[in-house]
């Protein structure tokens, strides 16, 4: 059984910055790629970033290129979104995703 367990939402203004943290545990850990994504309220789940785990080779949706950075720690089996420049409709809850696995989300609100 595999675990997933985000934290770093919070409340920010227009401008500010967050990181999201998303540690793994619970069986042999050897990902290909692990991934963000976010729901913001009354819409679909999207994809936010995406990350190779072994080449660190990344990948982001066109809203976030160049505000958000994807990054994994191997020691701590931990993915990381360092988001700056964050805006209103970056608002949602934010996921961290391995294959079928998910995690509980962690809510980031950007107030204008």
């Known amino acids: 059984q595999v675990q997933l367990v985000e934290s770093g939402g919070g409340l920010v203004q227009a401008g500010g910055s967050l990181t999201l943290s998303c540690v793994v545990s619970?069986?042999?850990?050897?990902?290909?790629?692990m991934g963000w994504f976010r729901q913001a309220p009354g819409k679909e789940r999207e994809f936010v970033a995406t990350?190779?785990?072994?080449?660190?080779?990344?990948h982001y949706a066109d809203s976030v290129k160049g505000r958000f950075t994807i990054s994994r720690e191997y020691a701590k089996n931990t993915l990381y979104l360092y988001m700056n420049s964050l805006k209103p409709e970056d608002t949602g809850v934010y996921y961290c995703?391995?294959?079928?696995?998910w995690g509980q989300g962690t809510q980031v609100t950007v107030s204008s």
């Open positions: 995703n391995l294959y079928d696995y």
């Open positions: 619970g069986r042999a850990f050897s990902p290909y790629a």
């Open positions: 990350i190779t785990w072994s080449s660190g080779s990344t």
